[in-house]
């Protein structure tokens, strides 16, 4: 993923190599008077009261003037011409020849035809004589769709639409470099919807797809001659898709390197871009910049925290994000009216943060894979630790014993016994391979247990449900381990008997199962640390993370086990 860099290079490159190929003479002292009169287009008209910022926030008819030089320098061009950028329609006058129009310029909305932002024209051989030559644009703008910026004009004279056919080469780089932006967004939204469904490479690939959409919008004005008016709403498409990208990429990191309190800095990142937001109504562009400022310097503090609470790759990432502030600051460069090096730049910067991005993800793409083999590793391992444990020698022994006993003095009831011993092996069986299996199931393997052991112990087991669901689903053999530890340390009553009660709670946050012993505890048990309780943390941490709680303590009447499952 190297290849945004590479182009965004290449573009740094390209203004450079075109610059020095071309004469252009590009006025930057421009006068403006509102109000239409053709009288106005007279090069001899004194223009010394006419405003001289050139622009205009009016909605109306206005003209602009200014003079530029045609010295002998004009005659080394094959086609002279002009390339007008313009928010408005226009006539343009020639020291005061009409040489051409883009729309119609008109005294009423109804009227004016929208003209296009950008547009070429020939200017005659006849009016380039060597001199000093007044050049005047008779406009309307009346077809403004929303109040926001100003009137204002480019004009460049350059040979005929050399501008226009290395815009076009440069539009044709950044519509690549989208595309890879755009492959980026694809994959790890597929990624997200049939893999992992984690946020943070959603909002990667929103991260990816944004840029992408920024560079088109950026670059739309090269590629498609839009009348005016649509230029107001490119503006308000840019401002929302940088609004979204100076959420977001901070937010990215915040997630990744995981910092307490994320909802307060959460709401921080996104005041930031919102308090920037009050001034588009009356500078658009500033806003635009500003918004990326706005990431960069929030996505910094983020790091910056991440790096001071010793965060993992957070000294990577925190380099990272002061080498793409520094190649920013070269933005002071002009290359021409329609290229900045700011948005160079900001391509370079954001560049470096997507390729830190999908380091931040391989890294922990590759820390799940490894926790993925672990967990194959250790379900293995618990499958093995499930069958011994119902297979150990000492079991395998007393049970036969037992069942010897039993065919010699009630022939009956060891078929009874024999039938409870093969259940609970053929229920182990089934669920030894499975990580999760239904809440029925598991009882019944306790059921079948308790059926064994009173054939055994000749002790009558009792085990009570309480308001158990069907439809949940829990580790293979918990209950039932907890159980056997329950017939292992509890002394009958007076009745011999032991009773054991299994309820169900479910809360908005946790679902909570309680085995409950009434019976006397034989001594200090140790469960705790013993390898049935060992098992029963290891299959809840194998399915639920560090999300469940797990404990066990003596109560005036036996023995309570409670185990808590909470909610993602």
């Known amino acids: ?132 030559h007044v050049v005047a644009f008779r406009l309307s703008n009346y077809r403004r769709t929303l109040p926001i910026d100003r009137s204002w004009n480019v004009f460049i004279l350059e040979e005929y639409m050399s501008s226009f056919r290395e815009d076009v080469s440069l539009a044709a780089v950044m519509l690549i470099l989208a595309g890879v932006y755009l492959m980026a967004s694809l994959y790890y939204l597929f990624l997200y919807l049939l893999r992992k469904r984690e946020r943070m490479g959603i909002i990667f690939s929103g991260l990816c797809f944004l840029f992408f959409g920024l560079i088109v919008m950026e670059y739309l004005k090269f590629l498609y001659p839009y009348p005016y008016p649509f230029h107001f709403i490119r503006l308000l498409i840019i401002f929302a898709l940088s609004f979204a990208i100076a959420y977001l990429t901070p937010t990215f990191f915040l997630l990744y390197f995981g910092l307490p309190h994320r909802r307060l800095l959460g709401i921080l990142i996104l005041i930031l871009p919102i308090s920037v937001s009050s001034q588009l109504l009356s500078n658009p562009d500033l806003v635009n910049h500003l918004l990326s400022v706005t990431a960069w310097w929030s996505s910094l503090a983020i790091v910056c925290y991440a790096s001071l609470s010793k965060k993992r790759e957070s000294r990577i990432i925190l380099l990272v994000i002061l080498m793409s502030g520094l190649i920013a600051q070269l933005h002071h460069m002009e290359f021409r009216a329609l290229i900045h090096s700011q948005d160079i730049t900001l391509f370079i910067s954001f560049s470096l943060l997507v390729v830190s991005m999908m380091y931040l993800l391989a890294r922990r793409a590759r820390e799940q894979r490894q926790a993925y083999e672990d967990s194959l590793l250790l379900s293995a391992r618990l499958q093995n630790e499930l069958l011994k444990k119902n297979i150990q020698p000492h079991f395998i022994m007393n049970t036969l014993t037992s069942l010897m006993e039993w065919i010699e003095e009630s022939p009956k009831d060891s078929v009874q016994f024999i039938e409870a011993l093969s259940k609970e092996f053929e229920i182990m069986s089934e669920i030894a391979e499975e990580k999760l299996i239904p809440v029925e199931q598991e009882i019944a393997l306790c059921q079948y247990h308790i059926e064994l052991m009173k054939y055994r112990k000749e002790i009558d087991y009792q085990l009570k449900l309480i308001n158990i669901q069907s439809d949940e689903w829990v580790p293979p053999a918990i209950f039932h381990t907890i159980l056997e530890n329950s017939i292992t340390h509890s002394k009958p009553d007076s009745d011999n008997q032991i009773q054991m009660i299994l309820s169900f709670e479910k809360q908005p946050t946790a679902k909570i199962y309680r085995i409950e012993t009434i019976a006397e505890n034989r001594s200090i048990r140790t469960d705790k640390e013993g390898t049935g309780f060992k098992y029963i943390k290891s299959r809840l941490e194998e399915n639920y993370g560090q999300k469940w709680d797990l404990s066990s303590h003596s109560t005036p009447h036996g023995w309570l086990s409670t185990i808590s499952i909470f909610a993602s």
């Open 1 to 132: 993923m190297g290849y945004p860099i590479l182009f965004a290079i290449l573009l740094c490159i390209m203004p450079h190599l075109s610059l020095g190929q071309r004469i252009i003479a590009h006025p930057h002292d421009r006068v403006l008077k509102l109000g239409d009169d053709l009288r106005w287009a007279d090069p001899a008209l004194d223009d010394s009261d006419w405003d001289p910022a050139g622009f205009t926030r009016e909605t109306g008819n206005f003209w602009v003037r200014f003079r530029i030089r045609t010295d002998d320098w004009v005659d080394r061009m094959t086609n002279p011409g002009i390339q007008a950028i313009s928010l408005g329609s226009f006539e343009l006058y020639w020291d005061g020849v009409l040489i051409g129009k883009n729309g119609r310029p008109a005294n009423q909305n109804k009227e004016e035809v929208a003209g296009r932002f950008i547009s070429h024209f020939l200017v005659p051989d006849s009016l380039l004589q060597p001199g000093e």
